[in-house]
C-alpha cells in the first residue's frame, strides 16, 4: 500500500508533504475542501475522527498529528537522513521543538481564526484574533533567539524540524507579521524554497513555490 497524505492547501499537512518529498517517498495526495467543510464530513471523520488535517494512511493504520508523522517518514526513510535517530539528545532535542511547534505556535496561531473552539462570544472570540499576533511573535521571538541554530533548525544537517519550522513560519503573514522581524527564520526560509522537495510539495498543492 502506498501512503496516502490528506490535506488541505494552506495548512500544516505541507510540512510532512515536504518530508514526503524530501524522502523520495512514493505517497498519494488526497486534498479536502475547507471551503466545504470536507474535514468534518462522514467520509473524512472516518479517516480521521479528530476532523483535521494531515493524517496518513498507512499499510498498518491511520496515523495523526504532525510530529508523529514526520517522525514515522524519517524513521521508515533512514536513507534520507532527516533525523538523528542514533543520537538520543540530538532526537531530543528535535521532539522537544516539534513539541513547542505543536502544543505552543500552532495552536497560538489557531486563536487567529478558530477562536470558537475555544470560546462562544462573540466578544471573546475577537479578542483571542487580537491576541493572536503579539503571541505568535513571542513565539517565533523565542524561535529565533533561542532555538534555530542556522542554516538548518538544528544545525548543519537537514532534519524534519525544517519543513515543520517553515510551515509555520508561512502563516505569519496572516497576523500581519513580516518574517523580517525575524532574519534567522527569514533566511531558512529562503534556504527551503530553494530546496527542490519544498518546490515539489507546493507545486502539488497548487501553491505557487
Ligand atoms: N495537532 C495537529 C493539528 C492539526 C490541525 O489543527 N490542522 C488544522 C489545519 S492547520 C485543521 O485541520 N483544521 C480544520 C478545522 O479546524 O476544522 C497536528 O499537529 O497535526
Known sequence: LIPTLYYAPGTIALATHIAL?????EYRLVR?????????????????????VPALVTDRGILTETPALLTYVAQTHP??????????????????FMAYLCSTVHVAHAH??????????????????????????ECF?????EML????????????????????????????????RYPKVSEHHVFMLARPAVRRALEEQGQAA
Open 79 to 96: 536513507a534520507a537522513r532527516l533525523a538523528p535517530f542514533e543520537d538520543a539528545f540530538a532526537f531530543a532535542r528535535i521532539q522537544a
Open 149 to 180: 541554530q542556522g542554516p538548518w533548525v538544528m544545525g548543519e544537517h537537514y532534519t524534519i524540524a525544517d519543513p515543520y519550522l517553515f510551515t509555520l513560519a508561512g502563516w505569519l503573514e496572516r497576523h500581519g507579521i513580516d518574517i523580517a
Open 32 to 52: 479536502l475542501d475547507f471551503a466545504k467543510t470536507e474535514q468534518r464530513g462522514a467520509e473524512y471523520l472516518a479517516v480521521n475522527p479528530k476532523g483535521r
Open 112 to 137: 487567529l481564526r478558530r477562536g470558537a473552539r475555544w470560546a462562544d462570544s462573540e466578544a471573546a472570540i475577537s479578542e483571542m484574533a487580537a491576541r493572536a499576533p503579539a503571541n505568535m511573535d
Open 141 to 145: 521571538r523565542l524561535i529565533e533567539a
Open 21 to 25: 518529498a524530501e524522502a523520495q517517498a
